[in-house]
């Protein structure tokens, strides 16, 4: 559940753009659906022109879209330019004033939110009330992250007051390293995976860019490397590695809220293989431009 929206990607002077469906939950959604599994993005589109485009692009890509009802009828757009890193700045004009969530029929096992549904009101409220109650109800797993957006953040104190009460209600958390240092500037990452472990997620994981990815759960804790890759851009690569992550739970059967103790005291061996697997997905999405996460025969593995 979050927002979609149309990035229009500057070229190298600035002059022109390209367009390029995005936003952070639709592409975890479309990073999921490409690695085989049954997913359904519940967002807010308009019938516009960009909505159009996003619609087309998760429908091709086997993505299930469920239309939240809105005040408003326009469709998120965000302006991005590329540093000489391949690392985007993002000038947003959005839209997240959603009336209501998703209905969670009982063939859902996981509600994956995070980035700016998380953070913009009004819709940032309806996601906290629905959080709250499925927090409470343990019907489905809840998956996080954050993904931190300074330029639209309120201060940090703020932010962390909120983040640490959505992560409260989480079962599993993904972060960057980068979100950890705008929001704990002091301290370590490993340090705040821990103190986010003592909230209440079963599995925190923090990934490091280049360095690669920690994970840590009541039982477990991994460190694992980078997969060495030319780098296109990094355009989409942590939703590319959430929907690793959450790929490789629901195959080894950890992922459904009844496998919550699994979840929490998985082996370390297989901590590490379900950390490797993520960290391989956002790999090959940060050797492409722009938010192309790959499918299994491009990793390949059987389907």
Not at 9 to 28: E, L, Y
Not at 80 to 86: R, T
Not at 161 to 169: D, K, P, S
């Amino acid at each position: 559940m979050g927002e979609s929206l149309l990035d229009l990607v500057a070229d190298a002077d600035a002059r022109s753009f390209a367009a390029h469906p995005g936003g952070s939950p639709a592409n975890v959604a479309v990073g999921l659906a490409r690695l085989g599994s049954p997913v359904t993005l519940a967002t807010q589109l308009g019938d516009d022109l960009p909505g159009r485009l996003v619609n087309a692009h998760l429908g091709a890509n086997g993505v299930s879209v469920e239309l939240l009802p809105a005040i408003s009828s326009a469709t998120s757009l965000a302006l991005a330019v590329l540093d000489d890193d391949g690392a985007a700045s993002y000038d947003f004009r959005l839209a997240w004033d959603i009336t209501r969530g998703p209905d969670l029929t009982p063939e859902y096992v996981c509600l994956h939110t995070g980035s700016l549904a998380t953070a913009l009101a009004p819709g940032a409220d309806v996601l906290d009330g629905l959080l709250a109650r499925v927090h409470r109800s343990r019907e489905v797993t809840i998956s996080l992250d954050p993904n931190i957006r300074p330029s639209l953040a309120s201060t940090r104190d703020v932010e962390r007051t909120r983040v640490e009460r959505q992560v409260g209600w989480a079962d599993i958390v993904k972060v960057s390293s980068d979100d950890l240092q705008w929001l704990y500037p002091d301290l370590p990452p490993t340090d705040v995976a821990g103190r986010w472990l003592r909230l209440g997620p079963a599995l925190v994981v923090v990934t490091l860019g280049g360095h690669g990815a920690y994970a840590l759960t009541r039982t477990a804790e991994v460190t694992r490397s980078a997969i060495p890759v030319q780098v296109a851009d990094t355009v989409g690569a942590g939703d590319a590695f959430t929907a690793g992550l959450l790929d490789a739970l629901l195959r080894i059967g950890v992922l459904d809220a009844t496998q919550s103790a699994k979840l929490a005291t998985m082996p370390t061996a297989l901590l590490a293989e379900v950390i490797d697997f993520a960290t391989h997905v956002a790999a090959v999405t940060c050797s492409r431009s722009g938010a192309d996460p790959p499918t299994r025969a491009d990793l390949s593995l059987p389907t």
